[in-house]
């Protein structure tokens, strides 16, 4: 039995940092820790930039590891996103530093870490281990002008002895360094995200103590922007993190790389296709980056369209199937347009993949549906991949009230583009000579309209030059709402900006935001 009969069970992939991770991995691991280890003083920050899904987690457990050889080097993870309804997220972090001091095997080094700890916890009224404290009762009752010695004594207590016996750990630590390896945080709100920098800095900004932190750096670009409007994110960060490192694309094999990405995973014999190997990496490399979180979502969506297929009776096509699953992944806008387009039997449905703008869907495009299937195939297999992610409306729907109207839908589609059209030239817009359909104003660099079959998309250009969608109205329904941003500037780039935002959670160049 296979995956596409009845009562075979599905193995799909789950999505779990791997301990030990291959495909590259293993050289950035052992580079980042001999870094942490090499460092001199023991006093800088780390920081593992990647995006959603691009192995961050599995590089910290690989770091961890590499770490683990070296006897002088307390390692302690913190996941930060576990913490974010914490009043004080630093305080938790301190907490998971205080546990771990037991494994520096010295009692005397135990304690005087502790006691460090303690005395910085003091300033935040919250307790670590045994320990609770409250600096601001000791002295919460003093009038404002008491030369009183008691008071003094309190808020020395309370804000210099804590960095003064932080100092006081290096010296105690000697050779040995803590190293906090810290996950999760551009999970957090941006609060936290800039509190938990910013105690970084202010407070264990001492010798001994090395951080590595694994986050989105446009997420941490963004939340430290929310916090500080008139900062620049980029140089917040750059004065915070001393050693910076992007996670690279995967360097990944066609033969390995479903066994690198997913240790022991063995689906039944003959429960995939025998060219599943080949589909897939063509799927990674061409749709989805390589990105290890995108690739396990791949697989997974691969084997229940192929479960429901089976139980249905319906001739499958794989790599037509695997194709549009691809597709769905890594550009929903665009997939959303085909399913129009495929509903509404244009004739070339298959068109608005090969625009030159997206070089990248163009060459996935050509991979994965060239020759063009047949009309009725197109249909049956885009109906199976909208039970994994159904769109947002077909064009049955997206037609909605005037479908008993005597006009057709081809006819309202055609006069909205021509209106929008008028509207954008008259606005000094100018169409692009390399791309008919797509318009740009002097005044607006980083956004532009793009007029398509069934939808018009107001666009934006992210910092790496590719544009992205962040407004998209059918043309059946688009008109009134199309006109009023295109004849209001600031409205139009406040909703393209926060329309890309929600849905690539992606941080644009710092001029299209203003």
Not at 30 to 52: D, H, K, L, M, N
Not at 58 to 67: C, F, K, Q
Not at 388 to 413: I, K, L, T, Y
Not at 480 to 486: H, M
Request: hydrophobic share 45%; charged share 25%.
């Amino acid at each position: 039995m296979g995956v596409g009969v009845a009562g075979e069970l599905l193995p799909v992939v789950a999505d779990t940092p791997s301990e030990r991770p291959a495909m590259g991995f293993e050289a950035y691991a052992e580079a980042i820790a001999a870094a942490v280890r090499g460092g001199s003083p023991p006093q800088f920050t780390v920081g593992i930039y990647g995006s959603w899904g691009s192995g961050k987690s599995s590089l910290l457990n690989a770091i961890r590891a590499e770490l683990a050889k070296d006897p002088g080097v307390l390692t302690v993870m913190f996941d930060a996103w576990r913490y974010e309804r914490a009043d004080h997220i630093v305080v938790p972090m301190l907490n998971a530093i205080y546990n771990a001091t037991p494994e520096l095997s010295d009692t005397k080094l135990t304690e005087k870490v502790r006691s460090a700890l303690t005395s910085v916890v003091r300033s935040v009224t919250i307790s670590i281990g045994p320990v609770k404290l409250d600096p601001g009762a000791a002295f919460a009752a003093a009038p404002a002008d008491t030369p009183d010695k008691r008071y003094t004594d309190a808020l020395d207590s309370a804000y210099v002895r804590p960095y003064q016996d932080l100092k006081a750990i290096a010296e105690a630590l000697g050779n040995r360094r803590i190293v906090v390896l810290v996950d999760d945080l551009d999970r957090c709100s941006p609060d936290k995200v800039v509190s938990l920098l910013e105690a970084i800095n202010l407070v264990l900004d001492v010798p001994g103590f090395v951080f590595v932190l694994a986050l989105d750096y446009d997420v941490l670009v963004r939340a430290v922007t929310a916090k500080y409007p008139h900062a620049s994110g980029h140089v917040f960060i750059e004065k915070m993190v001393q050693v910076p490192f992007r996670v690279p694309r995967l360097d990944i094999q066609e033969d390995l790389f479903l066994h690198d990405l997913v240790p022991g995973w063995a689906p039944p014999e003959g429960s995939l296709p025998d060219e599943f190997s080949r589909i897939a990496f063509d799927v990674a490399t061409l749709g989805l980056a390589a990105n290890p979180r995108q690739v396990k979502r791949f697989i997974n969506s691969f084997l229940l369209l192929l479960r429901i297929a089976g139980t249905r009776g319906i001739t499958t096509y794989p790599r037509l199937i695997a194709g549009l699953v691809g597709l769905q992944l890594r550009w929903p806008a665009e997939y959303q347009d085909l399913t129009d387009a495929v509903y509404a039997e244009d004739s070339d449905p298959l068109a608005s993949l090969q625009s030159g703008d997206h070089p990248d869907l163009a060459k996935y495009a050509k991979a994965f549906f060239s020759p063009a299937p047949q009309a009725e195939e197109l249909r049956a297999v885009m109906h199976l991949t909208e039970v994994v992610a159904q769109p947002e409306s077909s064009a049955d729907r997206e037609f909605g009230s005037r479908a008993s109207d005597s006009v057709s839908a081809d006819q309202v589609r055609a006069e909205t583009a021509e209106a929008i059209r008028s509207a954008l030239l008259q606005k000094g817009f100018t169409e692009s000579s390399r791309a008919a359909g797509i318009y740009n104003h002097e005044a607006l660099p980083y956004h532009r309209v793009r007029i398509g079959k069934t939808v018009v998309r107001f666009e934006a250009k992210e910092t790496s030059g590719r544009w992205v969608m962040g407004v998209s109205m059918y043309l059946t329904r688009a008109l009134p709402e199309a006109l009023q941003l295109i004849d209001d500037f600031p409205v139009m780039r406040q909703r393209i900006n926060a329309g890309v935002m929600t849905s690539y959670g992606r941080t644009l160049p710092e001029a299209a935001l203003r």
